[in-house]
């Protein structure tokens, strides 16, 4: 039968256009937050992070914003190419006892560029 | 430098039976976390490994257990399997200090028929 999957958001874009997909987090004690990319048939892939002291992080074409007040958290691609259509997770950490490893994982948003 | 890899990258089991999944890590990074993601649940994180002690455990049956080598490498094993045990397990490793992201590998697919 038919499995029962996590309702993705979707996104849809032109290509040159800018992206914002947004996440709300869920803990107020997260101090360090990722997003990732995932394109099919791979694994997760690192796009850029913020520390819970800053509200903005620039990269090459993207821009993390972090607004701890509402616990929420975009990420901002200008320009958005065809190699940009991917499923984005946000994740944060609450870094207990010094582990890192336990990220909680956002259900993804689905981008879909469009040439 | 290399990336996170994992082997197999398929597999498939019977219920009942176990499985074995192995991760090397980026060269240098001494943690290792596993992770399960499937369509209806999403990512979930099973457990940390940092110089071959489980620093941290997600909430998943004592089916699913793991190891860390001297080297860094990670194994992690899922006994009697069930069903519900069909996901994409994801390997995933840091420096394992700080505030820094995890890289993950491409995956093993698991289907337990």
């Known amino acids: 039968g038919e499995s029962v999957g996590l309702h993705l958001p979707t996104l849809s874009v032109q290509e040159g256009d800018n992206s914002i997909i947004n996440c709300a987090y869920s803990?107020?004690?997260?101090?360090?937050f990722i997003w990732y990319k995932q394109e099919s048939g791979k694994g997760p892939q690192f796009i850029i992070d913020?520390?819970?002291?800053?509200d903005k992080r620039q990269g090459q074409r993207v821009t993390v914003l972090l607004n701890k007040t509402v616990k929420h958290l975009s990420l901002q691609i200008a320009a958005t190419q065809p190699g940009d259509s991917a499923v984005y997770f946000c994740?944060?950490?609450?870094?207990?006892?010094?582990?890192?490893?336990?990220?909680?994982f956002g259900k993804g948003t689905k981008l879909s560029v469009k040439p | 430098k290399a990336g996170v890899t994992q082997t197999p990258r398929y597999l498939i089991k019977t219920r009942g039976q176990q499985v074995t999944l192995s991760c090397s890590p980026i060269s240098g990074h001494r943690s290792v976390s596993w992770y399960q993601q499937t369509p209806g649940q999403g990512l979930q994180f099973l457990f940390e490994?940092?110089?071959?002690?489980?620093?941290n455990k997600g909430n998943f049956p004592g089916r699913f257990s793991g190891r860390q080598f001297s080297n860094s490498r990670s194994e992690m094993n899922v006994s009697t399997l069930e069903l519900g045990d069909s996901a994409l397990y994801l390997c995933?490793?840091?420096?394992?200090?700080?505030?820094?992201?995890?890289?993950f590998g491409n995956g093993t697919r698991l289907t337990v028929t």
């Open positions: 490994y940092f110089s071959e002690t489980q620093r």
């Open positions: 803990n107020s004690a997260s101090d360090y």
């Open positions: 994740a944060e950490n609450m870094g207990y006892g010094g582990s890192q490893g336990n990220l909680i």
């Open positions: 913020i520390r819970s002291n800053m």
């Open positions: 995933a490793s840091s420096s394992g200090q700080g505030d820094t992201p995890l890289h």
